[in-house]
Nanobody
Framework: QVQLAESGGGSVQAGGSLRLSCAAS????????MGWFRQAPGKEREFVAA????????YYADSVKGRFTVSRDNAKDTLHLQMNSLKPEDTAVYYC???????????????????WGQGTQVTVSS
């Protein structure tokens, strides 16, 4: 069983930055794909970024490419999301997700992930 806990959310003005963290507890963090998703009010949850467990390959939604950076620290079982040049449309609850061990496949779909955190609120004002 894997438990995920996000932190680092908050309120920021447009153009500002935030760094989200996701602390994982449970086995084999380094062998799991990790992802970030977000859900804005009245909208469905959407993919933001992901990092594979092998080669640390990264994937980003077009809307955040060039502004957000996903990274992982396998020694600390932690996933990060550095968010720069934030826009009001980035306002959402951000969720961390973990796949099963040795997962390989699509990294942008919710169904690829078996474990989810409770989410952290990010609010960007104009």
């Amino acid at each position: 069983q894997v438990q995920l806990a996000e932190s680092g959310g908050g309120s920021v003005q447009a153009g500002g930055s935030l760094r989200l963290s996701c602390a994982a507890s449970g086995p084999a963090f380094s062998k799991r794909a990790m992802g970030w998703f977000r859900q804005a009010p009245g909208k469905e949850r959407e993919f933001v970024a992901a990092m594979t467990w092998i080669s640390d390959r990264t994937y980003y939604a077009d809307s955040v490419k060039g502004r957000f950076t996903v990274s992982r620290d396998n020694a600390k079982d932690t996933l990060h999301l550095q968010m720069n040049s934030l826009k009001p449309e980035d306002t959402a609850v951000y969720y961390c997700a973990a796949s099963k061990i040795y997962y390989s496949g699509s990294y942008v779909s919710e169904v690829s992930y078996d474990y989810w955190g409770q989410g952290t609120q990010v609010t960007v004002s104009s």
